[in-house]
């Protein structure tokens, strides 16, 4: 069955850093755009960063910009978020996904304390 498995979330304490990973057990998207989002407690899911399918061009929240890194290894059908200086707004569910095609993971769990 194809589909992401998001992994690399825990609690982190402020100014500290996590990188998050997604598999993507099917190599079935290694031509798309992969994108991660968040969902805060109450809150919408929100759109944090992309990276198209070569890597060569990637995008962020104004919110992460210089403090989040996305980036995809083919080899290994992997895209990783690299998460520095977190803040608490940085908590909730991280999610990896192929917007174009609806596709998404479980989601992993980001909780930064102050």
């Known amino acids: 069955q194809v589909q992401l498995v998001e992994s690399g979330g825990g609690l982190v304490q402020a100014g500290g850093s996590l990188r998050l990973s997604c598999a993507d057990s099917?190599?079935?998207?290694?031509?798309?755009?992969m994108r991660w989002y968040r969902q805060a407690p109450g809150k919408e899911r929100e759109f944090v960063a992309r990276?198209?399918?070569?890597?060569?061009?990637?995008s962020y929240a104004d919110s992460v910009k210089g403090r989040f890194t996305i980036s995809r290894d083919h080899a290994k059908s992997m895209v990783y978020l690299q998460m520095n200086s977190v803040k608490p707004e940085d908590t909730g569910v991280y999610f990896c996904?192929?917007?174009?095609?609806?596709?998404w993971g479980q989601g992993t769990q980001v909780t930064v304390s102050s």
């Open positions: 099917g190599r079935a998207f290694s031509t798309y755009t």
């Open positions: 990276i198209t399918a070569s890597g060569g061009i990637t």
């Open positions: 996904g192929v917007g174009a095609l609806g596709v």
